[in-house]
């Protein structure tokens, strides 16, 4: 797991260090360096366009719970010591025909969903469809139907009516998201680290607070095959209240642009004084601008 990222002349981060623990999230308005941390923690060498304002030397040095560190510069990286993923769904990918061919996992924008999902073992197709009925009970069944040219797509059966399916265009964003995110503890060959880019667009909130409790349970370990860090990018107040205030990091500019990191202070008194104030919604608490990382905050 990587318990801590130090980033030095990187991009809009002059010098910053980021603490992570098995579920992080990022939170910060737009332009504020979220998808720069999920970038960083790529395996991959850095480039010129890396560099804090095109001078300098930028560096990037992970720290695992192992002990091991790996740095990375302009020159090509070594081995990396954590199979590493970046997500941000797109629900054109999510919905689009697969041609047939085996995936253990699932793509960038989830392109390779219907693949994914006929991989599986019938007995773990079984179990997802199981969970994703008790949060999407207007769904009996999900199957991955052929089509022209060796291609094939997922259909969701008629919770009411079991000679009813329904195509991909007719199924619900927020459906098909959630799909997705269920797909993480069955795939065949789950990530060490897994970056998801605003996890929150087009879920409804009761689901929202589903799906972070799926990470969560997944990154701790509790299912799947194994444990699966998680790390968070997002602007919405919404996520915030289904996460644990110890979990989320903060992301605001400087007054010479340069991208600050804060945590809550949650070992302070006045810390649970203050949260008490905001009723405990952490969303709330954010959006005050006390914690850093709403504009003009």
């Not at 769904?139 to 059966?157: C, N, S």
Request: proline letters at 8%; aromatic letters at 8%; glycine letters at 8%.
């Amino acid at each position: 797991m990587i318990w801590k990222l130090v980033l030095e002349n990187y991009r809009c981060f002059r010098q910053a260090q980021v603490r992570f623990g098995p579920l992080t999230a990022l939170v910060g308005p737009n332009a504020s360096g979220k998808t720069t941390i999920l970038r960083a923690l790529e395996p991959r060498r850095l480039v010129p366009e890396d560099v804090w304002r095109r001078r300098g030397s930028p560096t990037v040095e992970c720290y695992l719970s192992t002990g091991q560190n790996w740095i990375r510069t302009a020159r090509p990286p070594g081995s990396p010591p954590y199979d590493y993923r970046f997500l941000r769904l797109n629900l054109d990918a999510l919905r689009k025909p697969n041609d047939v061919e085996e995936a253990t996992s699932l793509g960038e924008v989830g392109q390779n969903l219907t693949n994914v999902f006929a991989g599986l073992p019938r007995s773990r197709q079984q179990e997802l469809v199981t969970q994703f009925r008790g949060l999407v009970p207007v769904f009996a069944d999900i199957h991955a139907k052929p089509g022209a040219k060796g291609t094939h797509r997922l259909v969701f059966q008629d919770a009411w009516a079991e000679e009813v399916w329904y195509e991909p265009h007719d199924v619900s964003d927020g459906s098909l998201l959630v799909l997705a995110f269920l797909l993480l503890q069955h795939e065949k060959r789950p990530a060490d680290v897994v970056a998801i880019e605003e996890p929150e667009r087009g879920i409804h909130p009761y689901l929202l607070e589903k799906v972070v409790g799926l990470l969560r349970a997944i990154s701790r370990g509790e299912i799947g095959p194994k444990a699966t860090q998680f790390v968070l990018a997002s602007h919405s107040p919404q996520l915030l209240e289904y996460m644990e205030p110890g979990e989320v990091r903060f992301l605001s500019r400087d007054a010479d642009g340069a991208v600050t990191v804060r945590e809550a202070p949650t070992s302070s008194p006045e810390w649970e004084r203050a949260f008490e104030e905001y009723a405990h919604s952490l969303g709330e608490a954010w959006l005050s601008g006390g914690l850093g990382g709403v504009p003009g905050s």
